[in-house]
Nanobody, 123 residues
Framework: QVQLVESGGGLVQAGGSLRLSCAAS????????MGWFRQDPGKEREFVAA????????NYADSVKGRFTISRDNAKTTVYLQMNTLLPEDTAVYSC????????????????WGQGTQVTVSS
């Protein structure tokens, strides 16, 4: 069982930055690939970024490439999402997710989810 708790969301002006954190409870954190997803009301959940178990491989949605960076600290059992040059269209609830095995971009492949944190970007 993996419990995930996100933090770091908030209100920011367009062009600003936020850093999201996702703290995991699992002792086997280093065996889990982690992902960030986002969802705006009325829209489908969207893949944002993913990172492999040891952090050697990452994958990003085209919409965030060059602006967002995913990273992890296995000693702290935490994954991060650094978001720069934020745009109003980045507004959503951001959730982290965990799965054992290789990283994935589809939400259905993740087994554990956090509650999410709201990110609002004003124009």
């Amino acid at each position: 069982q993996v419990q995930l708790v996100e933090s770091g969301g908030g209100l920011v002006q367009a062009g600003g930055s936020l850093r999201l954190s996702c703290a995991a409870s699992a002792r086997t954190f280093a065996n889990t690939s982690m992902g960030w997803f986002r969802q705006d009301p009325g829209k489908e959940r969207e893949f944002v970024a993913a990172i492999s178990r040891l952090g050697r491989r990452t994958n990003y949605a085209d919409s965030v490439k060059g602006r967002f960076t995913i990273s992890r600290d296995n000693a702290k059992t935490t994954v991060y999402l650094q978001m720069n040059t934020l745009l109003p269209e980045d507004t959503a609830v951001y959730s982290c997710a965990a799965k054992y095995g290789d990283l994935a971009t589809r939400a259905g492949e993740y087994d554990y989810w956090g509650q999410g944190t709201q990110v609002t970007v004003s124009s």
